[in-house]
């Protein structure tokens, strides 16, 4: 297969050469997904848009209370840095089990949301993050919401004349906790055959949770998406053995797993169930000592 690849220094010349919006066009960040595709003939390319090098997308800020990361960011830059160790310990629980050291560091954050995948496991963590994407072209930004950002498996709201610049969200208070976890065949390199993540926030004085998001790697579609009825369900409660317990049952209501190679609809479904029960068990107690 013929293709050419453009190299841009900056992204403005990335950006200009994608602006009349073609067809054939895809752009390279780590590759690891692009081009496995582009290897099993499902991309057939006319051109790819190398955006290795902008490293002036390749950051993680923090304004104010908002935590931004440009979209070149790797996924062990992320577990790298001091604000992940000291604020939101679960981008390394994400990143742990994400593949090996080796495909961490190629692996982009902006590549992991574009490949809007079940697999990818960035993609439940930033949906509880209720995350924001910046979107950018040649006119200039747009954001738009991650639940929003992820339309269909492998289809987003990315125009062909746009990049994702970065990803945003409000760093989690004292009083909140944010949490990951996968199941699969294996501890490590292995893709989700079902993955969760949590993020609750409990008043100190009410001990009533205040906020609560749930979202897995596929719910009622191939997509991962928020449990609208487990978060309902959580929600002004406290945290309690009959809350978790009515949490599961909400959720199961939402669950429409598929079978497929990484197991049955039965196992998916109660592997989900599960990891809730986990999850929230693991919230009770951390909680409760303080």
């Known amino acids: 297969m013929k293709f050419t690849i453009y190299l841009p220094k900056s992204q403005k010349q990335a950006l200009t050469y994608i602006s009349k919006g073609r067809k054939d066009v895809f752009l390279l960040a780590g590759g690891t997904g692009l081009l496995t595709s582009i290897r099993k003939g499902d991309l057939k390319p006319r051109s790819l848009v190398d955006l290795s090098h902008l490293t002036e997308l390749r950051y993680i800020k923090t304004h ?3 935590l931004r990361i440009g979209a070149m960011t790797r996924i062990s830059d992320l577990e790298d840095h001091v604000w992940s160790k000291e604020n939101c310990e679960v981008f390394h629980q994400v990143s742990e089990k994400f593949g090996g050291q080796s495909i961490a ?3 982009t954050v902006g590549g992991n949301l574009c490949a809007a995948s079940p697999t990818a496991d960035l993609l439940p963590v930033l949906l509880c993050l209720d995350a924001r994407v910046v979107l950018r072209s040649s006119k200039g930004d747009r954001v738009i919401r991650m639940h929003d950002f992820l339309l269909d498996d492998g ?3 990315l125009k062909r004349n746009e990049i994702i610049a970065e990803i945003q969200f409000e760093i989690p208070p004292s009083d909140a906790m944010c949490l990951f976890k996968k199941i699969g065949r294996r501890s490590a390199l292995f893709l989700a055959s079902v993955s969760l993540a949590l993020y609750i926030q409990i008043d100190r004085k009410t001990k009533l949770i205040k906020q609560a998001r749930v979202a897995l790697n596929a719910l009622t579609r ?3 998406e928020r449990s609208k009825l487990a978060e309902a369900s959580l929600t002004g409660r406290i945290l ?6 009515d949490a ?3 959720l199961s209501k939402e669950l429409h797993m598929v079978s497929d190679l990484k197991g049955t609809a039965d196992y998916k479904t109660e592997a989900a169930k599960a990891l809730l029960e986990e999850q929230l068990l693991y919230c009770g107690s951390h909680f409760g000592e303080r």
């Open 155 to 157: 289809k987003t709201a």
């Open 240 to 245: 309690d053995i009959r809350t978790i317990d």
């Open 105 to 107: 560091n190629m692996v």
């Open 222 to 224: 191939n997509l991962p």
């Open 248 to 250: 599961i049952s909400a």
């Open 64 to 66: 104010g209370k908002l």
